[in-house]
């Protein structure tokens, strides 16, 4: 099976997960997860067994699949040197994310698979990446805890219950069907229905603001329409406000080189002005991250459009002033 045939990799992936950690798994409960039929199930475990000599049987008493052969794994799938160093990069990179256990888990996989090596051609994996250096980036820090019961529950699909906290203090208790993580400027968000709001209504919230994480045992259905790189991809931001909407900034020559070299956003037009300046036009979902966008360049940068966007500038500009008078 080649790697690249990304869906039967994935149910390959799962499948050995769920079996591994004996969840009940039959036809029946694999073709409404895979949204499939059965047929369709029988001839997947039937490739496993004749194609990578899985040993899967049915056990009958407990009406699930099961490996007859715990050490059985699943074949090795080879990685060269410059794919082993990717991995080593990204594990390194990874380290500004410390707050959750992503990090020391992609070392110890990629540990694992310099170990799973040929000794002939085992390299250490500090010989990777000893001179790369990561810069620490400001970061929330993410409880363990709450970070695997976060992860349990979108992987299982299943309810769950936490004491989510507020930036002010005030904490609340939420039950949320999560949908999916999100990393957004060094931060981790889950993106999840809360059970006590519109069915139709996707929220973010910061996993570092849960205090208390518990997984159900409530399952539920991520709706068909719903994509995770839709939902964020269309805006610059992650947070959004009544209706979407593109809003123009001009930046002074001096900056205009600098915003060129970044890309903004996929749908992101620039515009040369005369006198060397610079217009950008993004997409965003929420004033609030249209008005700090144009604040985090000071002086350099002037919001041309919306006028809403232009009027909450000036506002907050000169209550600016009026404190740096004081």
Same mark, same amino acid.
């Given at each position: 099976?080649?790697?690249?045939?990304?869906?039967?990799?994935?149910?390959?992936?799962?499948?050995?997960?769920?079996?591994?950690?004996?969840?009940?798994?039959?036809?029946?409960?694999?073709?409404?997860?895979?949204?499939?039929?059965?047929?369709?199930?029988?001839?997947?475990?039937?490739?496993?067994?004749? !194609?990578?000599? #899985?040993? &899967?049987?049915?056990?009958?008493?407990?009406?699930s699949?099961?490996?007859?052969?715990?050490?059985?794994?699943?074949?090795?799938?080879p990685?060269?040197?410059?794919?082993? %160093? /990717?991995?080593?990069?990204?594990?390194?990179?990874?380290?500004?994310?410390?707050?959750t256990?992503?990090? !020391?888990?992609?070392?110890?996989?990629?540990q694992? *698979? +310099?170990?799973?090596?040929p000794?002939?051609?085992?390299?250490?994996p500090? #010989?990777?990446?000893?001179?790369?250096? &990561?810069? @620490?980036? @400001?970061?929330?820090?993410?409880d363990?805890a709450?970070?695997?019961?976060? =992860?349990?529950? &979108?992987?299982?699909?299943?309810?769950?219950?936490?004491?989510?906290?507020?930036?002010?203090?005030e904490?609340?208790?939420?039950? *949320?069907?999560?949908y999916?993580?999100?990393?957004?400027?060094g931060?981790?968000?889950?993106?999840?229905?809360?059970?006590?709001?519109? $069915?139709?209504?996707?929220?973010?919230?910061?996993? =570092?603001?849960?205090?208390?994480?518990?997984?159900?045992?409530?399952?539920?259905?991520?709706?068909?329409?719903?994509?995770?790189?839709?939902? %964020?991809?269309?805006?610059?931001?992650?947070?959004?406000?009544s209706? @979407?909407?593109?809003?123009?900034?001009? %930046?002074?020559?001096?900056?205009? /080189?600098?915003?060129a070299?970044?890309?903004?956003?996929?749908?992101?037009?620039?515009? $040369?002005?005369?006198?060397?300046?610079?217009?950008?036009?993004?997409?965003?979902?929420?004033?609030?991250?249209?008005?700090?966008?144009?604040?985090?360049?000071?002086? !350099?940068? &002037? /919001?041309?459009?919306? +006028?809403?966007?232009?009027?909450?500038?000036? /506002?907050?500009?000169?209550?600016?002033?009026?404190?740096?008078?004081?």
């Amino acid at each position: 099976m080649a790697v690249k045939d990304r869906p039967l990799f994935r149910r390959i992936l799962e499948f050995d997960d769920l079996l591994r950690r004996r969840r009940l798994v039959n036809a029946t409960n694999l073709a409404a997860r895979w949204k499939t039929s059965t047929k369709t199930v029988q001839r997947f475990v039937g490739f496993m067994r004749d !194609e990578m000599d #899985a040993p &899967i049987v049915f056990d009958r008493k407990r009406g699930s699949f099961r490996y007859s052969d715990p050490s059985w794994h699943l074949p090795w799938i080879p990685v060269e040197g410059p794919g082993l %160093f /990717a991995i080593g990069v990204a594990s390194k990179v990874l380290q500004q994310y410390e707050g959750t256990p992503v990090a !020391e888990g992609l070392r110890e996989a990629f540990q694992r *698979l +310099s170990d799973m090596m040929p000794a002939e051609i085992r390299v250490s994996p500090g #010989a990777f990446v000893e001179r790369l250096y &990561i810069h @620490p980036q @400001p970061i929330r820090l993410v409880d363990p805890a709450v970070w695997t019961a976060v =992860a349990t529950a &979108i992987r299982e699909r299943t309810i769950l219950k936490v004491r989510y906290q507020k930036p002010g203090g005030e904490t609340s208790t939420r039950q *949320l069907a999560p949908y999916g993580l999100v990393l957004a400027a060094g931060d981790w968000l889950v993106a999840a229905q809360d059970r006590d709001d519109d $069915p139709r209504t996707v929220k973010t919230f910061y996993v =570092a603001r849960i205090r208390d994480a518990e997984v159900g045992t409530e399952p539920f259905t991520i709706p068909r329409d719903f994509d995770l790189k839709r939902h %964020f991809g269309e805006t610059i931001g992650i947070f959004s406000g009544s209706e @979407p909407f593109r809003f123009r900034v001009r %930046f002074t020559k001096a900056m205009a /080189a600098w915003v060129a070299e970044v890309r903004w956003h996929p749908k992101q037009k620039l515009t $040369p002005l005369p006198g060397g300046e610079l217009e950008l036009d993004l997409p965003a979902g929420s004033l609030f991250e249209a008005r700090r966008f144009v604040l985090s360049f000071g002086r !350099e940068a &002037i /919001a041309m459009s919306p +006028s809403s966007l232009v009027e909450a500038l000036r /506002a907050e500009t000169a209550e600016m002033a009026a404190a740096y008078r004081e």
